[in-house]
């Protein structure tokens, strides 16, 4: 098995623009994970889904982070507009069939 | 509402040697799961463990193992034969076991050194 997909592995952009992270779960798994990794709050979890739909958001700090899961196989994370407070690692983690949680190699965003 | 505690944010252990890393929960919950997860310098988040609150033996692998009290809420890992590969940030992470439960809550990590 691929494990899960992340892309970009690393981006930077200036403050302002809109930034997708991209997310391709495992095969067969049926719920997916978004997290952000800081130094000052560690791990947070921002978004899960399961089957496609989004079940808790709270995570999601501001209007300016969305989430989609148009099918099963994808995801995208997206900030707009972004802020240099947003530069941290993303991770997708996805779960299914009894398994824990296996988690992307996460996307390092800086934002300028 | 359930908290990880780490409470070494660093460790250093000599090659081949053994090290165990602490963790302590709090939970009002009877069943749980409990993860060591590994994270390199690649960053990677690399699952090295898993123990059900309803088992009562350690959960082992390889080198790997735990030492689970569930009354003390401690579970702590243990690894023999240390190797310079195991230089990483170790997280310990809870999960509820109820059906409609999905979030992991983690530590704040402990970083392990080995020393060649």
């Known amino acids: 098995d691929a494990g899960v997909i992340q892309s970009p592995r690393h981006e930077v952009t200036e403050m302002g623009q809109e930034v997708t992270l991209r997310c391709k779960p495992i095969s067969g798994h049926n719920s997916l994970f978004w997290y952000r990794q800081t130094m000052m709050r560690g791990l947070e979890l921002l978004i899960y889904f399961n089957n496609n739909v989004p079940i808790d958001d709270s995570g999601m700090p501001e209007d300016r982070f969305s989430a989609k899961m148009p099918n099963a196989s994808f995801s995208t994370l997206k900030i707009q507009p972004s802020e240099p407070r947003d530069s941290a690692v993303y991770f997708c983690a996805s779960e299914g069939g009894g398994q824990p949680q296996h988690f992307g190699d996460g996307t390092r965003l800086s934002i300028l | 509402a359930q908290t990880v505690t780490q409470s070494q944010p660093e460790m250093s252990v000599q090659e081949a040697e053994t090290v165990t890393l602490s963790c302590t929960y709090d939970t009002s919950e009877s069943d749980y799961y409990l993860f060591w997860y590994k994270q390199p310098p690649s960053r990677q988040m690399i699952l090295v463990i898993r123990?059900?609150?309803?088992?009562?033996q350690n959960a082992t692998e390889n080198r790997f193992s735990v030492n689970f009290q569930k009354a003390a809420k401690s579970f702590s890992l243990k690894i023999s034969d240390s190797q310079l590969g195991d230089a990483a940030m170790y997280f310990c992470a809870y999960r509820s076991g109820t059906d409609s439960s999905y979030k992991l809550i983690f530590g704040s990590g402990t970083r392990l050194l080995v020393r060649p």
């Open positions: 123990q059900e609150a309803y088992k009562q």
